[in-house]
């Protein structure tokens, strides 16, 4: 059975409860997950994985410093994630926070690793995005970035 990680920094709690979200999608895709802020986890844990998403509030434009370093630590790792699956997403305090720019810092790395991105032509097209309080909405496009993630690994574990 393929296996996927979710790994995310939450202040406020905010991303952790996204990253919950997704689980739940990628969970009803028939897939093993682990979910676990990103100080619990290692760089050299993401070989035991088909698939990886990592979530980030949005600090000034970009990711947190707990997720930089942790990408910054996969650096001993290049060449070894290709085609892997990657996904990303963020949470924001206010409209043009950089969400959107959070997430796609993330998968900037992972394309760098050589990992497999799927955007979604409806909704979230890089990836889940809150702002301030999820909303139901947010809930549910997390959710379905997490079935089209599960629906993708499995594919590609076949």
């Excluded at 947190?64 to 996904?87: C, E, I, M, N, Y």
């Excluded at 909704?123 to 809150?130: I, L, M, P, T, V």
Aim: with cysteine.
């Amino acid at each position: 059975m393929p296996k996927v990680l979710i790994t995310y920094f939450s202040h406020s709690g905010h991303t952790e409860r996204l990253a919950n979200c997704i689980a739940e999608g990628v969970r009803d895709g028939g897939i093993e997950v682990t979910v676990k802020p990103v100080n619990q986890a290692e760089a050299i844990e993401l070989l035991q994985y088909d698939g990886i998403i990592i979530g980030s509030p949005a600090y000034y434009g970009t990711m947190a410093a707990p997720v930089k370093r942790f990408l910054d630590d996969t650096a001993q790792l290049h060449g070894r994630l290709d085609g892997k699956v990657g996904s990303a997403f963020a949470s924001s305090a206010n409209l043009g926070a950089g969400a959107e720019l959070t997430v796609t810092g993330i998968l900037h790395a992972f394309l760098a690793h050589g990992m497999i991105i799927q955007g979604d032509p409806r909704g979230n097209h890089f990836g889940s995005a809150s702002l301030e309080q999820i909303t139901p909405r947010e809930e549910d496009a997390a959710r379905r970035q997490g079935q089209r993630f599960a629906d993708l690994v499995t594919r590609l574990a076949k």
